[in-house]
């Protein structure tokens, strides 16, 4: 790697004396990063886009290009500010700026503003210097009078074009200033007035709504205030150009932000029709007082460009994350079939109790055992016990020992449920530490699901939860950790920090956060982690650094879970999507399904099973067995391999389809939904994606899944173009297909 490192310094060395540019590229050239001294231009090239950024004639820095890569022989020119239009308009509006402060007379988004001592807000950034790294640049702006520096960060994934941005802010004035705005990046869009913006929106037990609308004039802001990711928005954007026929085609900017707490992200088309996207912490109600000599470090904002529509911008996506973002990047290990008591039992867990159900779960192939809440402290229900982490007697009188034994016995690891961020008042925590929490002083504490937010930026606060996990972990042969977060923030007071640092809190918090978990993951490697907030409601690229999958949505309904799965995979790896097959019917709409379609259902992610096994039928035993034993035939290529959204399930359409393609193209599955048959039409003609056309591949279908006409065996071409005709009448009625390679 070093060796490697110093023939890059020397390549960019020779380069830069023979011709004025700098740069660096990896061995096999897909990537390469370069500056052309000449016409100060930096240029970031990898996979099939090109991103580059100029210092214009007023010394800031603009966005020069963003989309399809070029080729090198093409030289990008100076970059030049624009003009304002009007004495209405100063030039710092008509310049689509990389890293904008907010100063002279700015009044579209800034990506910083900051107050000093003495009341000066003007902060005006220049180009002063920049390194080139192996993968990227590091760039300084700097105010044009006081001493405050920005470096921003830019580093570029070879294998999909993916650009992660962003900025460490330094004062290195002699008195403290705050920072009231600070944005990762600014994305700025090629000129255009044709745009099209998908984003994601929800709410508790009904997350991953996919909304599409029009790019138009003014300002459209995702965001969470709620001190976490939040079921509301995700921080997650894709832009298109134009309207395209399909999801495969047209091209797509996007990005997603990597930050758990609260979060903003604004896309604005101006008064010249120029579309920017600034993203980073939110603005609102946030102050960071930085002292002389300190930094402050904002959030990665990632965005990426595809020319194969939003279906190929998901793809690289899921690619990244998976090479780039989990844990165990690049090679994180498939998803183990997991059993979850929190349906069948919810508080009510005890060791006879979750034996049974073991037994049972070892019975159809689940390989991890995940007792839920209500294990530890008083807790009977919610009302009391969060805070508390100590086995409770009456429930587990020998510890969970023997309950983890016995899992072992029958084959399957471990796992917990834990809340660690929270306490219920009505623990030994809080009463021995009612100033632990997120409060303002003298005023009410707002108590949802009758808990209170643990302030995790008090050092003493993160040293107890790190501490408790720690000892969890140590006293207990676990595997897996279900961390959920069931509340958002009220009443965002730290009142042990000083006045002017109070607001601290909503980056502190998250560092503490993220700081316990990288430390858990160290002192415990082999142990997974899964983000669960009531759902989904912190799934963002900052905590998927920390965890290896997601708890999707309270809402396990299958139907329901068509579209919000489908949204899901906007965004991010169906790898990590956790999906249980619970009982029919249906706790959230009373809604009555098959267990073929809930098991279908929740094939399309990672599966679980969340039903109450003690009231199965032996007929239900076996359907479950043989359908989890086709999962594991398959859950590489689901987890890990290419993902076409060939029907889509949003805005209520009747049928829904969706395929999955291995990497080397040797298997594919197709999963195909009906919501009930109208006039008795049939299924729609499926046209699958992805294959090799030359290759010979075997249909079989999954237990009584039936295509009409259809060959046993056909070419990758035929199967793209021809296509599969799948029979499937009624309501709630759902089909699963794998195509293997023939020759296998
Ligand atoms: C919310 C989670 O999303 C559920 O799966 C379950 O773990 C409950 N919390 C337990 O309180």
Redesign the pocket.
């Known amino acids: 790697m070093r060796d490697r490192l110093n023939r890059l310094k020397l390549w960019a060395c020779f380069l830069l004396l023979v011709t004025g540019i700098a740069s660096a590229a990896t061995p096999d050239g897909s990537a390469h990063v370069r500056y052309d001294a000449a016409n100060r231009v930096f240029r970031l090239d990898a996979a099939d886009i090109t991103y580059a950024f100029g210092v214009n004639d007023r010394q800031e820095l603009q966005t020069h290009y963003w989309g399809g890569r070029l080729q090198e022989s093409d030289t990008l020119p100076a970059a030049k500010a624009g003009v304002g239009v009007a004495s209405f308009e100063a030039p710092d509006n008509s310049t689509l700026q990389e890293f904008a402060g907010w100063g002279e007379g700015m009044y579209t988004e800034p990506a910083i503003k900051m107050t000093f001592p003495d009341g000066n807000r003007d902060l005006v950034l220049h180009y002063v210097s920049h390194t080139i790294r192996n993968d990227g640049f590091v760039v300084t702006l700097k105010d044009i009078s006081r001493e405050v520096f920005v470096e921003l960060h830019y580093s570029l994934d070879a294998a999909t074009g993916v650009l992660g941005r962003s900025a460490v802010i330094v004062n290195r004035t002699k008195a403290p200033l705050t920072i009231e705005q600070a944005a990762a990046a600014s994305w700025n869009l090629p000129p255009g007035n044709d745009y099209r913006l998908r984003y994601l929106s929800g709410r508790w037990a009904a997350e991953w709504t996919l909304n599409e609308q029009k790019v138009a004039p003014g300002k459209t802001v995702l965001e969470s205030r709620r001190g976490s990711t939040g079921h509301q928005n995700n921080p997650w954007f894709a832009i298109e150009r134009g309207e395209s026929r399909d999801e495969e085609t047209g091209e797509v900017w996007f990005g997603a932000l990597a930050w758990s707490g609260s979060w903003s992200i604004s896309v604005e088309q101006d008064q010249l029709r120029q579309v920017r996207v600034t993203g980073g912490f939110n603005p609102f109600d946030f102050a960071y007082r930085l002292a002389p000599g300190e930094k402050l470090t904002t959030p990665v904002f990632y965005g990426g460009y595809s020319h194969d529509g939003v279906g190929g911008a998901s793809r690289l996506l899921h690619r990244f994350e998976v090479s780039r973002i989990l844990p165990l990047a690049p090679y994180p290990r498939p998803r183990p079939v997991v059993y979850n008591s ?1 349906e069948a039992t919810e508080f009510k867990v005890n060791e006879p109790g979750q034996e049974a159900l073991a037994e049972k779960a070892a019975s159809i192939g689940v390989e991890r055992f995940v007792m ?2 209500g294990w530890f402290g008083q807790r009977k229900d ?1 009302h009391a016990g969060l805070g508390d982490w100590y086995v409770n007697k009456d429930k587990f009188p020998n510890g969970l020992k023997p309950l983890i034994d016995k899992v072992h016995a029958l084959g399957m690891d471990f796992g917990l ?1 834990v809340e660690p961020e929270m306490v219920n008042p009505d623990s030994d925590l809080y009463r021995k530490h009612p100033d632990w929490v997120l409060n303002f002083a003298g005023r009410p504490r707002t108590e949802l699901r009758n808990q209170l937010v643990l302030n995790l930026a008090r050092s003493d606060v993160r040293d107890y939860v790190l501490g408790f996990l720690d000892d969890i972990l140590k006293q207990n042969d676990i595997a897996f950790l ?1 961390w ?1 977060y ?1 509340r958002n923030w009220a009443e965002p007071g730290w009142d042990a920090a000083a006045t002017e640092d109070q607001k601290k809190v909503y980056v502190a918090y998250v560092e503490n956060l993220y700081s316990i978990l990288r430390e858990l993951r160290a002192r415990h490697p082999k142990v997974e982690i899964e983000s ?1 907030s ?2 989904g409601g912190r799934v963002d690229l900052g905590i998927m650094h920390f965890t290896d999958e997601i ?1 999707t949505s ?1 809402n396990t309904d299958p139907f329901d879970r068509l579209s919000m799965q489908d949204g899901f995979t906007y965004a991010y790896t169906p790898g990590i999507m956790m999906a249980w097959v619970t009982d029919s019917p249906n706790w959230v709409n009373k809604r009555t399904t098959s267990l073929e379609y809930r098991f279908l259902s929740s094939m399309q992610g990672s599966l679980g099973v969340g039903a109450n096994l003690t009231t199965w039928t032996p007929e239900d035993f076996a359907v479950a067995k043989e359908m989890i034993a086709d999962y594991k035939q398959v859950r590489e290529t689901v987890q890990h391999g290419e993902l076409y959204r060939l029907i889509s399930p949003q805005g209520g359409s009747e049928y829904s389809v969706t395929e999955s393609v291995s990497e080397d193209k040797r298997q594919a599955i197709v999963f195909a939904f009906l919501h009930s048959s109208q006039k008795g039409y049939p299924f729609p003609n499926v046209k699958l994606r992805g294959l090799d056309a030359e290759r010979q591949y075997k249909l079989r279908p999954m237990r009584d899944a039936k295509a009409s006409g259809a060959p046993q065996v056909a070419s990758g071409a035929y199967w793209m173009s021809h296509g599969l005709d799948v029979v499937l009448r009624g309501d709630f009625q759902a089909a699963g297909f794998v195509l293997e390679d023939a020759s296998r």
């Open positions: 929190w839920d809440d919610d449920w279900k959920d069931n669960c009531g759902g708890w309270d």
